[in-house]
């Protein structure tokens, strides 16, 4: 299930929204894995040459469409980093938790 989409992303553009239901990933029952491996397929440099977009089947309410996102990025997960020379925020906010 959708939780919510930023305004501007590709998934925006798209046409995602909150609280829709994604059925399907390029024509297959939706898994996890099967929409992380539909990632990987579409990343540039993988192999395949002119790569399409990635193909949603959801559902929204009563009504299904299609939507496709074009995106050949890969898998991409948020990290922290430490700016050198910059106060530690993160251990003082943190600091209660520790015994």
Known sequence: KV???LVGSLADKAGFGP??????VNGRAYQ????K???DDAKEGSGQQNKGPIEFI???TSYYKVLKIEYHGGQRYPYLERVKGEK???DEIL???RR
């Open 95 to 97: 600091k209660p938790l």
């Open 3 to 5: 939780s919510d989409v």
């Open 32 to 35: 996890d894995e099967l929409l």
């Open 37 to 39: 491996n539909a990632i």
């Open 58 to 60: 959801v559902s929204n």
């Open 88 to 90: 530690d925020v993160l």
């Open 19 to 24: 609280d829709m239901q994604i059925v399907a």
